[in-house]
């Protein structure tokens, strides 16, 4: 079984369209995150869920809307994309949210805008 | 904000060189972890320092967190094709960045067989 897992795993769209990407993880954790990682592979954090609470919103343009409906999932929906969105999204999680423990990644999902 | 930088950015080697990557943070660090992506693939969890001056060994990989906490670095003996890919520290960081953990820039390792 895939502990963090992801769908889809490829996603190619036209500009200006909306989008979403579905995580899930059955290891029992109670934090997700979302990265993203650019062509230059940076790692940068977006999100952080806690038990369904967001407690990591960094300076992710507004189109970025993540939701968790419990704290198994944690999807990403994007709208209005735009050619700088292409990247690899990966989610993750761990056990605990304050500096603790590891990050498992799921194996991301590679936006492409056009 | 906090800053994790990696040099080099990119190292080629010839199978059986030795490697080591460096992380510089701009802040100390509660503690730090290291991540090896794979090409195509995803980051997985290698090991994690916690205190100060610490050395913790995994086979031929050798793993060091500075005095300071606020630098580590990654040393590989005798590399193989196996140790292809992306290495990226990451680090925790204190007061209002404890949740956050910030990855550096990465180092990638090409090995020549």
């Known amino acids: 079984d895939t502990a963090v897992s992801q769908t889809p795993k490829y996603l190619v769209t036209q500009m200006g369209n909306d989008k979403s990407i579905k995580c899930e993880q059955n290891?029992?954790?109670?934090?997700m995150y979302w990265y993203k990682q650019d062509s230059k592979k940076f790692l940068k954090i977006m999100f952080s869920?806690?038990?369904?609470?967001?407690?990591i919103n960094e300076t992710v343009p507004n189109r970025f809307s993540p939701k968790s409906p419990d704290k198994a999932h944690l999807n990403l929906h994007i709208n209005s994309l735009e050619l700088g969105d292409s990247a690899v999204y990966f989610c993750?999680?761990?056990?605990?949210?304050?500096?603790?423990?590891?990050?498992?990644f799921g194996e991301g999902s590679r936006l492409t805008v056009l | 904000g906090q800053q994790v930088m990696q040099i080099p950015q990119y190292q080629h080697v010839q199978e059986g060189e030795d490697f080591t990557t460096y992380c510089n943070s701009s802040t100390t660090l509660s503690n730090i972890q290291w991540y090896k992506q794979r090409p195509g693939g995803h980051p997985v969890f290698l090991i994690q320092?916690?205190?100060?001056?610490e050395v913790k060994k995994q086979k031929r990989l050798t793993f060091q967190f500075g005095e300071a906490k606020k630098n580590s670095s990654l040393h590989i003996t005798a590399t193989q094709t196996t140790d292809v890919g992306t290495y990226f520290c990451a680090g925790y960081g204190y007061g209002g960045a404890t949740n956050k953990l910030i990855f550096g820039t990465g180092t990638l390792l090409a090995v020549q067989p």
């Open positions: 290891l029992g954790h109670d934090t």
């Open positions: 993750a999680s761990s056990h605990g949210h304050r500096a603790t423990g590891e990050l498992f």
């Open positions: 869920y806690n038990n369904k609470e967001l407690i």
């Open positions: 320092l916690v205190k100060s001056g």
